[in-house]
């Protein structure tokens, strides 16, 4: 038997104000009337029944996904006892699963992806390879532009649905990722794979001891103490650039956006006729190139260009759009806080999700 795992534990600091540490955006509603969360939880549910959907997150936000998946227990939530990044929440979510799942698709809750025959082509093709060659099997965006934003897959292109990984490249510079894209020898690395759990063991096993321990150990008695102790690392650093000739990859062609920063809205927002993306009620006049998320507000534009403008309860953000990625870095400085997220009430945010 197969089974998923939302990865939910993100805190979604570069979409501040709207997404804070207490309420990050995975369960906020960017596009629509549902969060993210309930989207990917919704997107999943036609390949897999209730009871083969777990979603590891911070102890924090148990009630949350409960409110917003009403047909999840609390039996099919992971709670993270600390934040020690994907290679210790899939370490912790193996050593609970592992015994009762044969693979395991893992992908995070706060990815817009058009639900559609390519996404069902690509979960459906990488459960079977990884449950038939016991590989890890990575899901990888055909890019269509050069984007500096994301990590890049190498692989070993062939005409088959399913084809080998030759090295994973870090966030390129846009004239390297322009040449990326034009090879068409790279994918964009979305964060999604399948993973044998047998597989999945024996990697940190060789590769990341501590992590290894904890799933040995099993769920029960993982303890806070125990999961502080491991190192910080992601799933990709700590795994799988080290086991890269032993992984395949999906080429995937459906609509995908790594919602990360403000500026990757752009993507997925209304545009008029001067370049402005815009969510909320917004006039503008000479206005250009500016993005303008204000969900509850009225927002007027005038002779303006490269803003970004968010409005949310009673904070407004008004920043160059090209800095917006940077946003972790300036953003204390702005505030004079090392911790600039306030605490928001949870109460009514998402619909239900059945």
């Known amino acids: 038997m197969n089974g998923a795992v939302i990865l939910a534990g993100g805190s979604g600091e570069r979409l501040f104000p ?25 997107r999943l549910r036609r390949h897999f029944t209730c009871d083969q959907i777990f979603i590891v997150t911070q102890a924090a ?43 395991l698709l893992f992908c995070p809750a706060d990815h817009h992806i058009e639900d559609g025959v390519e996404w069902s082509s690509a979960v459906n093709t990488a ?23 994301y990590g890049y897959i190498e692989y070993d292109r062939a005409d ?85 000739e032993y992984l395949a990859v999906v080429p995937a062609f459906f609509p995908w956006n790594d919602l990360g920063s403000w500026s990757a809205l752009e993507r997925v927002l209304n545009q008029d006729e001067n370049g402005n993306h815009t969510f909320g009620q917004v006039k503008s006049l000479d206005a250009q190139n500016s993005i303008v998320f204000a969900p509850k507000h009225e927002v007027y534009l005038y002779d303006v260009a490269n803003l970004l403008i968010v409005c949310h309860d009673n904070q407004v953000l008004v920043a160059n759009k090209e800095k917006s990625s940077d946003m972790k870095q300036w953003l204390p400085k702005l505030t004079d806080k090392p911790e600039v997220f306030q605490d928001r009430t949870t109460e009514g945010v998402g619909q239900q999700t059945q």
């Open 61 to 103: 936000f148990q009630d949350l996904v409960l409110s917003q998946l009403p047909n999840v227990t609390g039996e099919q939530i992971v709670l993270e006892p600390a934040r020690r990044d994907t290679a210790g929440a899939i370490a912790l979510c193996l050593s609970k699963l592992k015994d009762t799942f044969d693979v």
């Open 18 to 42: 709207y997404s804070s540490a207490s309420l990050p955006k995975q369960f906020l509603p960017l596009i629509g009337n549902r969060s993210m969360l309930q989207e990917t939880y919704a």
């Open 127 to 149: 459960l079977d390879h990884a449950v038939t060659h016991r590989a890890i099997t990575l899901f990888g965006i055909v890019p269509n532009y050069p984007e500096t934003g």
């Open 160 to 244: 088959s649905p399913v084809c080998n990984v030759v090295r994973f490249h870090e966030k390129p510079s846009r004239q390297v990722a322009l040449r990326m894209v034009r090879s068409g020898r790279y994918l964009w690395n979305c964060g999604i794979f399948t993973i044998p759990c047998d597989v999945g063991v024996n990697a940190f096993r060789e590769h990341l001891p501590q992590h290894y321990d904890l799933i040995e150990r099993g769920f029960a008695q993982v303890t806070e103490t125990v999961f502080e102790a491991l190192p910080k690392v992601s799933i990709d650093y700590g795994l799988m650039e080290n086991i890269h």
